[in-house]
């Protein structure tokens, strides 16, 4: 299957007071054609900011893409003239936020807001035929009675509801490649359950790329193809969805997985990754897992693995990851946690 989207060797820097922080530090990796990719990890790890890169919304004044290369559908984004790139974020390309009461105008009806997606980029496109868009998108992305929310505003719509119109925007021109950051975390269970078969539908139906960005992990077993752990700007395992959640490799995975609550634990205390995230300024070199990590020795400290291919199509950034496989404690209680998402 062709690569929609290639991304290679991308770091992005943020100016402070006492010089430049990176927050994303040389990443690298590819979404396919009708794909999804779940980014996961903690707050902070630089998810949102590999994203902000790949849709050119990065603040301006405090940061850049220092090196890198972004390839979206054969065209180059890292140098695209800034009008050209505003020509295609919300045509083919497209990004949902988490809260999108804070991306919708309290102001403006759903119809006037859908309209202005369509007309920025296409100025022929007449009223009525504007109208029938709206429509068809809002029924497609399950929107009972599209004829009336068409008129309402933003705060008379459930968050449900709102996310919806969020992800209609993103169909409205056919977009070809969709951010979800944090799509669901606002949204009650039942609600959320919705959302994720929704756009597995669109994945399937529309050909659809996207790229989930999330810290939930039964997100990630629901609905993503590929996984992407990353850790302090830099991705540590990459793998299929299977394969991640059978055999994780580098022990920042392993303790992800840890951390589910599953049926059955009764009163064991729930397990938690000791310590905290490194801020990216204190990055000195080394794995910046390595305060963390029960198995780090002083090679670990010294320097950075590279990505290496432990199995087929699953790699890791680990010098010990052949080392110190997950327990068998571990994979019975990771194989629990799965088959409880």
């Known amino acids: 299957m062709e690569n929609l989207l290639n991304v290679e060797h991308l770091t992005t820097v943020f100016r402070t007071y006492e010089g430049e922080v990176t927050a994303v530090n040389d990443v690298s990796f590819y979404v396919k054609k009708g794909e999804i990719l779940g980014l996961v990890g903690e707050s902070g790890c630089g998810k949102s900011v590999t994203s902000l890169s ?17 390839v979206f559908d054969g065209q180059e984004l890292t140098t695209l003239p800034r009008k050209a790139y505003d020509e295609l974020r919300g045509n083919a390309l497209a990004m949902i936020f988490q809260e999108p009461m804070t991306s919708l105008n309290p102001v403006f009806t759903i119809e006037n807001q859908l309209r202005e997606v369509i007309r920025n980029h296409d100025r022929s496109v007449s009223r009525q035929e504007c109208r029938n868009r709206i429509q068809e998108v809002l029924n497609k992305v399950g929107i009972p009675g599209a004829e009336n929310v068409m008129k309402q505003y933003p705060h008379q719509l459930s968050g449900g509801m709102r996310q919806r119109v969020m992800i209609s925007m993103a169909l409205i021109n056919h977009s070809k490649l969709l951010i979800a950051d944090e799509p669901t975390t606002a949204l009650d269970v039942t609600i959320q359950a919705q959302i994720l078969q929704l756009l597995k539908k ?7 790329s996207i790229i989930l960005i999330t810290h939930d992990l039964s997100v990630v077993a629901e609905v993503c193809d590929r996984v992407q752990v990353m850790y302090c700007g830099r991705f540590v395992e990459t793998a299929s969805r299977e394969a991640f959640f059978e055999s994780p490799m580098h022990p920042y995975s392993k303790g992800l997985l840890k951390c589910i609550p599953y049926i059955g634990m009764s009163d064991q205390e729930l397990y938690h990754i000791p310590g ?18 029960p198995d780090a020795d002083e090679r670990c400290r010294a320097s950075v693995a590279p990505m290496t291919e432990a199995a087929q199509g699953h790699y890791v950034r680990c010098f010990r990851c052949g080392a110190s496989p997950m327990t068998s404690t571990e994979k019975e209680e990771s194989d629990v946690s799965a088959g409880n998402e």
Request: aromatic share 2%.
């Open 54 to 70: 790949v849709m050119g919304l990065l603040p301006r004044k405090n940061s850049r893409i220092r090196s890198g290369s972004i």
């Open 202 to 208: 669109l994945a399937k139906e529309e050909e659809m």
């Open 276 to 293: 905290n995230v490194m801020h990216p300024a204190d990055d000195e070199g080394g794995c910046s897992f390595a305060p963390r990590c």
